[in-house]
């Protein structure tokens, strides 16, 4: 196979890594409340709290083992592909000198496609990703969207940025 994977050791285990996926899957289906918007996402953003804060111990697991590093940086890949959904893959790529790329489908309220990749999204238009909204609104439903992007604007996050700032500072 052309695809290269490096297993490293983690502070994580197989077994809590999917334990983390298990609760987060029972909490969307089964916990969440689904009849207003904001007592969801304010649950959703508590569970993406707890994905990410994982995803920051890994990173730092990654970049601090210097065995590791030297190991991918004489593997001499082309390229890093990465979802933007777990930050670190662009810190990778800054360490080893490579591009990288982003696979994205979305992301909730649209925010990494309209701040890092810059497209256009407009809400009169297009429904918030996750919102219960159609293509086709209502000029009661456009204005709910728009309140929506609002709150992904201003209040929803999916990582402590304060955290990884500092963190990609120090690294750098």
Do not use: H
């Not at 689904?34 to 697991?61: G, H, P, R």
Request: glycine share 4%; charged share 25%.
């Amino acid at each position: 196979s052309a695809l290269k994977f490096e297993v490293y050791p983690t502070f994580l285990t197989k077994d809590d890594f999917e334990g983390l996926f298990t609760r987060w899957i029972k909490k969307w289906i089964y916990d969440f409340p689904k009849d207003t918007f904001f007592s969801y996402f304010s649950q959703l953003q508590e569970a993406v709290m707890e994905f990410t804060d994982c995803i920051f111990n890994l990173c730092k697991e990654v970049v601090s083992n210097k065995k590791l590093m030297t190991k991918l940086q004489d593997s001499r890949f082309d390229v890093i592909v990465a979802d933007a959904i777990g930050p670190c893959g662009e810190l990778l790529a800054e360490l080893l000198q490579i591009p990288f790329v982003y696979t994205l489908r979305f992301s909730p309220g649209y925010t990494f496609e309209k701040y890092s990749g810059g497209l256009l999204i407009p809400p009169s238009y297009v429904a918030v990703i996750l919102s219960e909204l159609s293509g086709e609104m209502t000029f009661v439903e456009r204005v709910k969207n728009m309140i929506y992007v609002l709150y992904f604007d201003f209040w929803f996050q999916l990582f402590n940025a304060k955290k990884w700032d500092q963190f990609y500072s120090e690294v750098l």
